[in-house]
Structures are given as structure tokens and as C-alpha cells.
DNA sequence: CGGTGGGTTGAGGTATTTCAAGGCTCGTGG
DNA sequence: CCACGAGCCTTGAAATACCTCAACCCACCG
């Protein structure tokens, strides 16, 4: 089921330094690779493993019965999750692209912290991280107007993943209306009013490709 | 400036389940009254204490430059509030009517946290908690309709603050709008709506006290 | 008694959704 | 190599859920 893969030094030293440590506490670390499309683990299903993004990009959603989605965050290189206090996921994670993930078990961790409070703590930094995030868009999605979100989420973007003043967006315009609340036509009309006016512009033709021409007057819009 | 007083067994076991942990590891408690109205503390005012309502009722919300609210949470009896990581509170806390808290020093807390994995492991808890909630919210928020909105806040507060059948609410329209990500009168709107459908009625002439007639019809509108 | 702070309700406005059409890219198979 | 369909994105027009503005009611209180 599992592939092992020799663990590598990783690409984003910040959120490493988390899983570093958790690496310190002798706890096994494995590598397994996702296609795009697949699902990583369901809601409501026990969780076995805690997860690290290596290369790849991952959204996690919650669904109502009748298939509105929302997405909770989007998980890029570095980044922990999968993390759960209760013995279930609370989301469905799936990969975006394909995605190579590092995983460990859950338990283990949890039996680990039990006695040592370094480990207890950096687990409590984590969620803690999750929790600042949920907060930030509990504003965005019960206050802001479709542009200010997009504005927004162009923002967080071009922090978490901008290389050389350009972000590859992993996620389709479904994906970040399904993040932002809105819908994906919304989406995509906030883009072009943002590109029109000079504010971003496109590179290549899959309009995935972003670059941020103006960001003054995007952080404007960004209340 | 702090009112000492004999902390007594409290209302709400479950939290205060928690806060008897804390108090075990020799952590000051002292207790304090708010009026009506007044700010506990300040978005991005340096987090000293941690709070518990002993009685009363506590709102917490985030401003946009504009003065949109968006408020995260409600802080009801025997609830913990003010936990922060960093060393700032991420929102704004106010008392919604005379409240009376339970209040520890933050730095006191993490110091213990820092030897003792149990008391780590009981602020990652109470984390955790608020992380649920919180992601909960975000799906409310993203995605339902007012109708629905309506009745998801109707039920968490049937769960958490319902007596013999009766929910005497603290807030305004205005807080529970804020709360919604809605206006008040749309709020005003649904909760007459569920009335007139017999779904849930008026006891006094506050319109605060609601008592739910028929709680299988609102629950089919919480998805 | 008048003012203030809630709350409800109506009418009209608007931001966003819904529905629909069309374009572009890319992979697959003839 | 080209045709074709699928997936993704954009754009327009119409529908609608929610917001805004406004009037009114009621309870409370100095």
C-alpha cells in the first residue's frame, strides 16, 4: 500500500522545522505519492496518518448533502495536514496535482506528546496556525465582496507560493470559488476586472499563470 | 484593578473540566465583572490573560477597516476564551451583558505547558475545539443560505445554552447577523418565517426568548 | 412623557448566482 | 497529421437572494 521512499531534505525549511521535530522524536516518516484527482483521506474516517506536502498541492473541503462544497485551505509545498485532535478528519483531502506526500502515524505522535511537552507544544503551534488561518477566512467569506476575496486569495497566494514575481496557480477557478464562497464564474470575472485594469496579468494561455503587477493597489482592495 | 474571589465549583463541567487541569498545576485564578457592553480586551492587544465566562455571555469578533464585524464566536457559560499562541489577541472581545470571569495570567500558563506534556495537551484540546468550530463556521459561512443559517445558529444554541426547553438568547439581531455573515433583518426576516411556520415561538415579549417547537423540521434545514 | 434601543416589515436596489453560449488547449484515436 | 471530445475558462443576459433604506411598533427608563 505504501511506497517507502527515502526520506530527502525538504524544500520549505519553515514548516520542516515543525515536522523536523517531530522527526527528532524517532517517528517514522514515509513518502507516498498521490495522482491528481485522488483522494488522500475521507471525512468522518479515522485518522491514521498526519500528513506533509513535499511537492504538489492538496484542498481540503467540507461537502453539504447536496454537494455545495467549501474548501478550508489549500495545502502547498511544506505544509502540515491532516491533523486532527479526535480520532476522525474533520475534511476530505485530495490531491490537486500530483502530489508526493510525507505521512506518519498518527498515534505514535500522539503517544509521544503524551510525555514530552516539547513535541505537545509544536503540535499545539500547528493548530494554532490552522486556527489563525480559519479565522482569517471566517472574515473573508462571512464580510468581504467577490473582490475583495479574490484580492485576497491573490494575496495569500503570491505569499505561499510566488517564485520569481509569478505564481502557477495548482487550482482551477472551481477550486478557489469554492474556497472564496462564490462561484466560479464570480471568480473568474473578479480576474478579469483585476486584469483589465492593469492590476495582474496573464502568462501563457492557461490562465493559471499570474503575475501581480500592482500590488498597492491589490492590497488596497484588501481591507 | 482584578476583583479576588473565592473561585466556587462551577456551572459547566465539561470546561470547567479543563480549567480544573490548569488550576491542579498551581495557576492563579482570580475573577472579574464586565458590564454590559464593555471590551475585555482589543484585536491585537498583547494577550496577558485567558479567560473563562462563569456567568454571562462574551462575543469575539474581527473589524474591516470600513466597520463590517464579523464576529467568530460566542463565548457562553463555562467557556474558555482569549487563548492565543502568539503573543497577541486576534480579536475583539466585549461582554454582551453583565458577565463574570475566571481569568489566569498567560505567561504563568505557558511556562507550565513548557515542563508539563498534560498541560500541553489540554491547551491543544482546547484548541483543537475552537478549530472545529471554527471550520465549521467557515462552511455556514461559505455556503448556506440564510434560512439555513439561521437554524444551524438556532441548534448550536438549543445545545449550548437551552433550559427546560428554552433559550434565553443574550445577543441582538445585530450579533447574531454579525455572527452569520447576514444583516440583521435578514435575521429578523428568517426567524419570523420559522415562526409563522410554527417551527419555533416567541415566549415574553423580548422576542430573545425562543423555544423550538419542532426541532426535526429545523434540523432538515441544517445540512 | 419623550427618547432610546431593540425588533419587525415592506419596497426597491444590487451583488452575486444561474443559465447559456462560445473559445481555447490538450490528449487520444483514427 | 488531423479530427474530436473533454476540461477549463470567459462572457453575456436573466433571475434571485440578500441588502439597503425607511417606516413603524413596543418596552424600557430617566
Redesign the pocket.
Known amino acids: 500500500m505504501f511506497v517507502n521512499v527515502n526520506a530527502h531534505p525538504g524544500s520549505k525549511p519553515k514548516a520542516l522545522g515543525e515536522l523536523g521535530q517531530l522527526s527528532r522524536a524517532r517517528i517514522i516518516l514515509s513518502e507516498f505519492k498521490y495522482d491528481r484527482g485522488t483522494e488522500i483521506y475521507g471525512q468522518d474516517e479515522p485518522a491514521e496518518y498526519i500528513y506533509q506536502v513535499i511537492e504538489g498541492a492538496v484542498r481540503s473541503h467540507k461537502l453539504l448533502s447536496d454537494g455545495r462544497r467549501q474548501i478550508g485551505a489549500f495545502h502547498l509545498n511544506g505544509d502540515i495536514f491532516g491533523l486532527e485532535n479526535g480520532a476522525e478528519h474533520r475534511f476530505t483531502a485530495e490531491a490537486i496535482v500530483d502530489t508526493t506526500v510525507r505521512l506518519t502515524k498518527r498515534c505514535s505522535l500522539e503517544h509521544v506528546a503524551e510525555s514530552d511537552a516539547q513535541v505537545a507544544l509544536d503540535l499545539l503551534s500547528m493548530t494554532t496556525s490552522n486556527l489563525q488561518h480559519a479565522e482569517d477566512h471566517m472574515l473573508l467569506l462571512g464580510r468581504k465582496?467577490?473582490?475583495e476575496r479574490v484580492a485576497a486569495f491573490l494575496l495569500e497566494m503570491d505569499r505561499r507560493l510566488s517564485a520569481a514575481g509569478v505564481m502557477a496557480l495548482p487550482m482551477?477557478?472551481?477550486d478557489i470559488a469554492d474556497y472564496l464562497?462564490?462561484?466560479?464564474?464570480?471568480v473568474?470575472?473578479a480576474?478579469?476586472q483585476l486584469h483589465s485594469k492593469g492590476i495582474l496579468g496573464f502568462l501563457g494561455?492557461?490562465?493559471?499563470q499570474i503575475v501581480l503587477r500592482d500590488r498597492e493597489r491589490l492590497a488596497d482592495l484588501d481591507l
Chains 1, 2 share one sequence.
Open positions: 465582496t467577490s473582490l482551477c477557478r472551481r464562497g462564490l462561484t466560479l464564474e464570480t473568474s470575472r480576474l478579469s494561455q492557461t490562465q493559471r
